[in-house]
């Protein structure tokens, strides 16, 4: 496994890598994930999708928090990756009640499953 830290202070870490060449870019229409979101203070698991096509959303567009806008670009179909995301580029100051608490950081188990 490899950490990366980016200067934003996301911290992802790859646990498979990608086995097509299809790669995330920011320009990117719409990408399929599963995923686990747990909060970090306490490990609990507020959030999943893991069966089915996934959840889709179009990346760098501001339809998910920002530090996933950020964390999934680079990634190639098939990878997985363990992102830690501060606050400020999660729910931040306000939260997400009654599930996330204000000033958060989450750790999600990312699966890039396609790109449209």
């Known amino acids: 496994m490899s950490a990366v830290?980016?200067?934003n202070k996301?911290?992802?870490e790859?646990?498979?890598k990608g086995v097509r060449v299809q790669e995330v870019h920011q320009m990117v229409e719409e990408i399929s994930v599963y995923y686990t979101g747990r909060l970090k203070q306490n490990n609990k698991q507020?959030?999943?999708v893991t069966k089915g096509p996934g959840f889709k959303f179009k990346l760098g567009r501001n339809?998910?928090?920002r530090g996933w806008d950020i964390a999934l670009a680079g990634m190639k179909v098939g990878?997985?990756?363990k992102?830690?995301?501060p606050?400020?580029?999660a729910y931040g100051t306000k939260g997400s009640p009654p599930v996330i608490p204000p000033n958060s950081a989450l750790v999600f188990e990312v699966e890039l499953l396609s790109l449209n």
């Open 63 to 65: 339809e998910v928090i």
């Open 87 to 89: 606050p400020p580029l």
């Open 10 to 12: 996301i911290r992802n």
């Open 14 to 16: 790859v646990i498979q």
């Open 79 to 81: 990878g997985k990756r």
């Open 5 to 7: 830290t980016r200067s």
């Open 83 to 85: 992102v830690v995301i």
């Open 46 to 48: 507020f959030d999943s």
